[in-house]
């Protein structure tokens, strides 16, 4: 018997050991497949593509903001009103809002950087040729403003595939600090258009400032293609991965908008657009209404100048908070809080400024404060579905896009009713709060696009 009890015990403890080495085996093997399929970009190209993006955001605020400039030269050659012009600059932002959902539904099928490249290629080539769109028409105004249609279309493609981009190759940790640095180009493209269009009119004539911007765009993605992707954009295998993709992972749009995150992250979105589009819209009018003998280049340079260090910090500031062990949400929260909170206050304090150098100020901190959104609700639909971020996002950017146009319509009917732009400002700030409020109620930063109370069966490897 005692025998039998020793060799049960050596027994025993030979079959610990061995489902113990078993145990080691099974857990390391997993180890390194992981490793081996990691879906995220090394620090290294992290780094590249951060710098790629954010030049591709730039080029793609210099052909956005090409027309504006170029409006009234075009306006005086080809003798259109205030109304015509309007018609055509407005048409750009309709073309917008059709494209978001479905640019970020194919990016995450396909890939955000391929649906970047071949957007580009296309507004790209459509904006070189928009000068002679014009000029060979028989009716400039038709044919510009379907152009411009068409470069919204285009163009309304890029921040849904950068949302589905990030959420796929970026850690949660460092989305906030890649998001603000590429975000900055949109400061740096109206800039950069900005100085070198005026330029270009004064040297030659507006159509170069088309050539310039388009060329430049074209080859931009070209560069993109031959030194990163290094293949077709669109090969049959990833077609037919996307079409795998379709058809087994389908958006669960009924289970996102069942919850109230989604919401106030949608909500949120539409208060800081409406604003942001009204301030961008209407601030060189509030400028020369206010401060008629001010220099223009003042305050069409000095906020975005301020707001490009900005928006890098929020990013930099809420990775870092992450990093340190403080809450997801409660860091979305905190930079919400200064892109709708912080920047209100100095919103309304435009209401009663007397000087030009105070509203400088008070706008550039305004602006400089509404970045940190890039940290905040644009990071937060990345947290809540990285599995169709893209898709979600354009929902998102969709209503934010058409009530930014609501929101410029409606504010020029109060300033045409009160004359006064304190109403204006404090209606802003109204909004903003509002939007404010309902995300620091609602926000998470839980993923809500999979259903956690379902069973998980796991294959047990001996």
């Known amino acids: 018997m005692a025998i039998l009890q020793k060799y049960v015990k050596n027994s025993s403890s030979e079959l610990v050991k061995s489902t113990a080495e078993s145990t080691v085996f099974t857990e390391a093997a997993p180890l390194q497949k992981e490793e081996a399929d990691d879906p995220y970009w090394s620090r290294s190209e992290t780094q590249l593509w951060t710098v790629v993006l954010l030049l591709g955001t730039c080029l793609l605020y210099c052909a956005r903001v090409a027309a504006p400039i170029c409006a009234v030269s075009m306006a005086s050659e080809f003798q259109w009103d205030k109304k015509e012009s ?43 040729l928009t000068p002679m769109i014009a000029h060979f028409s028989a009716v400039p105004l038709v044919s510009v403003t379907l152009s411009r249609f068409l470069m919204g279309l285009l163009q309304g493609v890029h921040f849904p595939s950068l949302a589905s981009l990030f959420s796929q190759k970026v850690p949660q940790h460092e989305r906030a600090f890649i998001s603000s640095t590429v975000g900055t180009g949109s400061q740096i493209g109206t800039l950069l258009i900005g100085g070198a269009g005026s330029m270009l009119m004064d040297w030659y004539s507006w159509e170069f400032v088309f050539y310039f911007s388009g060329l430049l765009a074209v080859s931009w993605a070209y ?9 077709p954009i669109l090969s049959l295998e990833t077609v037919g991965v996307g079409l795998v993709k379709s058809r087994n992972a389908r958006i669960p749009w009924k289970r996102l908008f069942s919850k109230s995150p989604v919401w106030a992250v949608i909500f949120a979105h539409l208060c800081t657009s409406s604003t942001f589009y009204t301030l961008l819209s209407w601030l060189p009018t509030f400028f020369k209404d206010s401060f008629p003998d001010a220099k223009g280049w003042v305050f069409n340079m000095v906020p975005w100048l301020v707001a490009i260090p900005s928006s890098i910090l929020g990013g930099y500031l809420s990775d870092h908070l992450i990093s340190l062990g403080f809450e997801t949400a409660a860091v979305r929260k905190l930079m919400q809080f200064f892109a709708m909170g912080a920047s209100s206050v100095f919103t309304l304090l435009l209401c009663g400024t007397r000087t030009f150098p105070l509203a400088v100020a008070f706008v550039s901190a305004t602006m400089g404060f509404q970045t940190f959104t890039h940290s905040g609700v644009s990071v937060n639909v990345q947290d809540l579905a990285p599995s169709c971020a893209g898709s979600l996002y354009g929902v998102m950017n969709t209503g934010g896009a058409l009530s930014g146009v609501f929101f410029v319509y409606f504010s020029g009917y109060v300033i045409d009713t009160t004359g006064s732009w304190a109403s204006v400002f404090a209606l802003m700030s109204l909004v903003n709060v509002v939007g404010l409020v309902v995300f620091l109620v609602f926000a998470e930063a839980e993923r809500v696009d999979i259903d956690d109370s379902k069973p998980k069966c796991e294959s047990i490897q001996i």
Do not use: H, N, P
Not at 110 to 119: F, N, P, R, S
């Open 223 to 231: 560069c993109i293609w031959k030194q990163l992707l290094k293949g």
């Open 86 to 128: 309007g018609i055509v600059l407005g048409s750009f932002f309709w073309g917008y809002c059709f494209t978001q959902v479905l640019g970020g539904y194919v990016s995450d099928r396909v890939g955000g950087e391929k649906v970047i490249v071949m957007a580009t290629v296309g507004w790209g080539s459509l904006l070189t």
